[in-house]
């Protein structure tokens, strides 16, 4: 196996399936196109959800020609994933079927236990109980399965086992240690998955029965910022190494200020936790202001932390100019990553904070931090600080800025063909394309706080990520209703929409009278939607990471890599939005 599939494959076993996506990309640009990394760029988009694309690029990519089994599979797997996407009835019993038949195909040609027992299952969920018993029998007739020395091995073992009703030696497989001290995290997601549904249909309980495979929590750590003291730093330390033992955190990201967040950072790296930093804004701004003032002992470890850190990412690329709501923005974007990162787990996300328990007043602080986790539904696990120095003098912003700055969801469309219409077609695509679009901006009234357009072009600006991400998906429901062929096009036109959120000033236009926005955010915004697919809504990782936090569930962001965006500004990591199945 080449460098590029082992780190692939190593991403995609610690749950990082978007660093999985963009191992493989990167190995394909630089000329390893081996059904390896393609295997690992089908799984890894599968894992994602993103089943439309993994199809595309498994039919592309000759992996059904395969002499392995496992990459024959993915194929089957997609199959399967489409057909558990579709609601009871024909369609879905015949996608099941089909499923079955090429999972089973490649059973039958290779003996290979992987493609058997997902047979069995699907045999199962389909309503033929014989079938999948006389399959899971089979299996554990086999010597590897029985043995179950490895984890794969180990977990077939398990899954036949259920789907025969034996749910205490599932128990007793799961609690091996074959399965027990496995840290295949990605692998150990796609089981419990697996065995979670097939528990479904079966009428068990399968929380306490799966928990063996429960994947490592996912913690976002915040806390107050104080001078070094050995004795408080100490029994700190023991309340998180209790904590974070008793969460089971593996992943966790935070900041990485003087006192709690470095304390938080030094106990997940000495447990063997998967570090992410998010800072703010510009790093020497973020010394200066958050670590410095405590004490320069705090810059030494500062510094080893960041080095072990798994990623570093800056919430803004501008300097700390006074503004509190940068501070405010950097920990929501860290709370959405770690939602973020839960979801691809199936993990539980997870708030640790050293907190006195008093609420904050203003754009940041660890209250307000605790809140905005609280009101997306997040369980936070609070250590209370007892007796530490806390007042610091911070020097002067190295800048001020008296400009009015506000968070914003940054909405640009444009529409594909335009530059084509013919002069008489434009009327139809003014009263029929962008009234349309005026409609939905109006049903949504105070949500927008600033629109605009030219052309074809709109430019708006929501308050909410919530509400830009509801806005741009109605664009695309009302302008897959219109007939384009009104328009002398063929079909190959429709609208291309691009959102980001972050930071910008808020004024008051000079030429138009009325409230807009401008900023590094804007011109950033405006350079997602050239390189957007006609009829898809693409948003930055922010965006991403705060409507995590702000919706939940509601949508799905799916990640489709590195993208270059237009005018040579650079590549960012994007994501695809839906609404959640």
């Known amino acids: 196996m080449t460098g590029a599939a082992e780190s692939a494959r ?38 994602m959800g993103d089943t439309d694309r993994a199809m595309e690029l498994f039919a592309a990519s000759g992996l059904d020609a395969s002499p392995d089994p496992h990459e024959r599979a993915v194929g089957a797997r997609l199959l399967k994933d489409k057909a558990l996407s579709l609601p009871p009835g024909a369609a879905s019993a015949a996608a099941l079927a089909g499923a079955f038949d090429a999972y089973h195909a490649i059973y039958a040609a290779s003996g290979d236990a992987f493609p058997g027992i997902n047979a069995a299952t699907l045999a199962l969920l389909a309503g033929d109980t014989a079938r999948a018993h006389v399959l899971a029998e089979a299996l554990l007739a086999d010597p590897a399965v029985a043995a179950a020395a490895n984890y794969y091995d180990a977990a077939t073992k398990a899954e036949a086992l259920l789907i025969l009703g034996r749910t205490g030696e599932v128990t007793a497989a799961l609690a091996a240690p074959p399965v027990r001290e496995s840290r ?43 001078v070094a003291d050995a004795e408080a730093e100490s029994r700190l330390r023991a309340a998180i190494d209790a904590v974070i033992e008793a969460e089971t955190v593996g992943f966790a990201y935070g900041a990485l200020a003087a006192g709690a967040d470095i304390l938080f950072a030094e106990a997940l790296l000495a447990r063997g936790a998967e570090l992410h930093l998010v800072l703010p804004f510009a790093e020497e701004d973020f010394l200066a202001q958050s670590v410095r003032p405590a004490g320069e002992p705090w810059l030494a470890r500062y510094a080893a932390c960041r080095d072990r850190a798994a990623t570093l990412t800056f919430a803004g690329e501008m300097e700390f100019f006074g503004d509190g709501a940068q501070y405010g923005y950097g920990s929501r974007m860290a709370m959405g990553l770690a939602r973020l990162r839960a979801e691809h787990l199936a993990a539980e996300a997870v708030q640790l904070a050293i907190w006195d328990g008093k609420a904050a007043n203003g754009d940041a602080g660890t209250g307000i931090d605790v809140a905005a986790w609280r009101d997306g539904a997040g369980r ?23 400009y009015d700055r506000a968070l914003a969801a940054i909405l640009f469309t444009d529409f594909a063909g335009f530059s084509t219409l013919s002069e008489t077609a434009l009327p139809a695509f003014w009263d029929g394309v962008m009234h349309r679009v005026a409609e939905v901006l109006d049903r949504h009234g105070d949500e927008v706080a600033c629109r605009n357009s030219w052309g074809d072009a709109l430019y708006a600006v929501m308050q909410s990520a919530t509400g830009a991400a509801e806005i741009a998906l109605e664009l695309q429901d009302a302008l897959a209703r219109f007939d384009y062929a009104t328009l002398g096009l063929d079909g190959a036109g429709g609208m291309r929409i691009g959102v980001h959120y972050g930071p910008a000033y808020r004024t008051i236009d000079r030429i138009t009278g009325r409230t807009t926005f401008y900023g ?62």
């Open 10 to 47: 190593g991403a995609l076993s610690r749950g990082d399936l978007i660093g999985a996506y963009d191992a493989t990309v990167a190995a394909i640009a630089e000329g390893d196109d081996s059904p390896a990394i393609r295997h690992l760029q089908v799984l890894a988009l599968a894992r």
């Open 184 to 226: 295949d995290y990605g692998a150990r997601c796609s089981t419990l998955r697996q065995l979670a549904m097939i528990a479904a249909h079966l009428g068990l309980d399968s929380e306490a029965l799966l928990a063996p495979l429960a994947p490592p929590r996912v913690a976002h750590f915040c806390g107050h910022i104080f």
């Open 380 to 402: 936070t696990v609070a250590i209370e600080p007892g007796q530490v120095e806390r007042g610091l003098t911070r020097p002067e912003p190295r800048v001020r800025s008296a």
């Open 520 to 581: 590094t955010e804007v011109s950033k915004a405006a350079r997602i939607e050239p390189v957007t697919p006609p009829g898809a809504v693409f948003v930055t990782e922010p965006f991403a990471a705060i409507l995590a936090l702000e919706a939940g569930s509601r949508f799905t962001s799916r990640y489709v890599g590195r993208i270059p965006l237009a005018k040579k500004y650079g590549d960012y990591p994007m994501y695809r939005l839906t609404r959640a199945d």
